[in-house]
């Protein structure tokens, strides 16, 4: 059955810097569906500010064929072990809206046990460089929703030059995820979300776009000293 795992680690500036030309997982890896190879970037930080790409921190989100590969990789190859070594999250697909070439949505969806488990979200899109300002306009204020939103544990933006942008955020509940989608949290201008799909919908930003609902199996490791992020998991 195939899973997904979405891995953060920090690397040497420089390591991390070459291998954003390069991706460092060979697409020859036995069991291997498709990896998105990116750097880290802070939610909402400002455009030109040191928080925004995060050279040292990495983002890789990772489609395999099952959970032997998955492991195989982290044991065997000389990369999977440094991936081992960071913090990363284990998930079964739920639901996808859009789609994005590379990799391969399973026929066989998993679903939660109500709407009060947590869920991870994915989106990763390819940009139009001519659209990128107006997408910043639409996006840094969604960008500040999900990053303060106190339904989220986890949350990050990443990007691959030149036009790939992805973000990632965990969250406790499924419906804290769906009432800030449609506009019900109870935050101020809680409808940014909405406005910006709204936006996308009229014109679109991507050559590409989707957006991906995982239902949580197991995290591992710690990230910026943190740990257990997801509510109610453990390693398998």
Do not use: C
Request: glycine share 6%.
């Amino acid at each position: 059955m195939s899973i997904f795992s979405y891995h953060l680690v920090e690397l040497p500036f420089f390591v991390a810097a070459k291998r954003i030309f390069s991706n460092p997982i060979s697409k020859n890896t036995k069991g291997l569906i498709h990896s998105e190879y990116m750097t880290a970037m802070t939610l909402g930080s400002p455009i030109f500010s040191p928080s925004r790409v995060l050279i040292g921190q990495v983002a890789i989100f990772i489609q395999w064929e099952n959970e032997t590969a998955l492991n195989s990789y982290l044991e065997q190859d000389n990369f999977g072990k440094v991936l081992s070594k960071g913090w990363y999250v284990r998930l079964s697909f739920i639901r996808e809206w859009g789609s994005f070439s590379g990799f391969k949505i399973p026929v066989d969806k998993d679903k939660l046990e109500n709407p009060n488990s947590p869920v991870v979200a994915v989106t990763i899109a390819r940009m139009k460089p001519f659209a990128v300002p107006r997408f910043i306009r639409w996006g840094r204020p969604v960008e500040k929703l999900v990053r303060d939103h106190s339904g989220t544990t986890l949350s990050l933006a990443s990007v691959k030059f030149p036009n790939t942008v992805s973000t990632f955020s965990i969250w406790k509940t499924e419906k804290e995820m769906t009432d800030m989608v449609h506009g019900h949290s109870a935050v101020k201008k809680p409808k940014r979300h909405a406005s910006a799909m709204r936006e996308r919908e009229r014109k679109d930003f991507h050559f590409e776009f989707t957006t991906l609902r995982f239902k949580p199996l197991a995290e591992f490791g710690r990230w910026k000293g943190q740990s257990n992020f997801i509510p109610n998991t453990s390693a398998l």
